[in-house]
């Protein structure tokens, strides 16, 4: 089982706004900042949030990141069919001395 | 163009080693921590070991912990992963990646090589 954990699918319709959460612990997202990257099937990872709600260059303003305690989330909205991807949320975990991903959430569009 | 190659990966037998490296370029690779990340087949990410610039911070997670080693040469502006008595459990493609610091705060990714290990 994954340190940080998430919800292992997520759907939505394309214009909606979906909502992908990822829980950990006081030594890992309550301690340090969140990450989110998206993979496409047969691709390397591609960041899409760092330092928990910050937006790279290049990432849509669909996609915004979140976080609350020891929980972080990564909403998309204006759903489209190119979002049909696997989700990672990650952070450090001061406990452990490494990096932690969520266990992933492959999120459809109907 | 930033662009981090991976090699050396493979069938391999239980038991024996590999050496993985990612050579970078198009970015200042002595600026950089860097990460091997690996993802067994139809499964999800795991953060395996990452060093810092110098070379003098190095962390890895529990189930590699004596039997890989990460190293890098900034004068080869590449990093390397020596792996060592290896399970049928570290069978994955497995990803280099960059970073400014010791988070998982990668801008940066290789495409990947699969490592196989069985008989």
């Known amino acids: 089982q994954s340190v940080l954990i998430q919800p292992p699918s997520a759907s939505g319709t394309p214009g909606q706004r979906v909502t992908i959460s990822c829980s950990g612990s006081r030594s890992s997202i309550g301690s340090n900042h969140v990450y989110w990257y998206q993979q496409l099937p047969g691709t390397a990872p591609r960041r899409l949030i760092y330092n928990d709600d910050q937006r790279p260059s290049g990432v849509p303003d669909r996609f915004s990141g979140s976080k609350s305690g020891t929980s972080a989330s990564l909403a998309i909205s204006g759903l489209r069919s190119e979002d049909e991807a696997d989700y990672y949320c990650?952070?450090?975990?001061?406990?452990?001395?490494?990096?932690?991903f969520g266990g992933g959430t492959k999120l459809s569009v109907l | 163009e930033v662009q981090l190659v991976e090699s050396g990966g493979g069938l391999v037998q239980p038991g024996r080693s590999l050496r993985l490296s990612c050579a970078a370029s198009g970015f200042t690779f002595s600026n950089y921590w860097m990460t091997w990340v690996r993802q067994a087949p139809g499964k999800g990410l795991e953060w395996v070991a990452n060093?810092?610039?110098?070379?003098?911070?190095?962390y890895y997670v529990d189930s590699v912990k004596g039997r890989f080693t990460i190293s890098r040469d900034n004068t080869k502006s590449s990093v390397y992963l020596q792996m060592n008595s290896l399970r049928a459990e570290d069978t994955a493609v497995y990803y280099c990646a960059g970073g400014g610091s010791y988070n998982p705060d990668f801008d940066s990714w290789g495409q990947g090589t699969l490592v196989t290990v069985s008989s």
């Open positions: 060093i810092r610039q110098d070379g003098n911070e190095i």
């Open positions: 990650v952070a450090w975990d001061d406990r452990l001395r490494g990096a932690v």
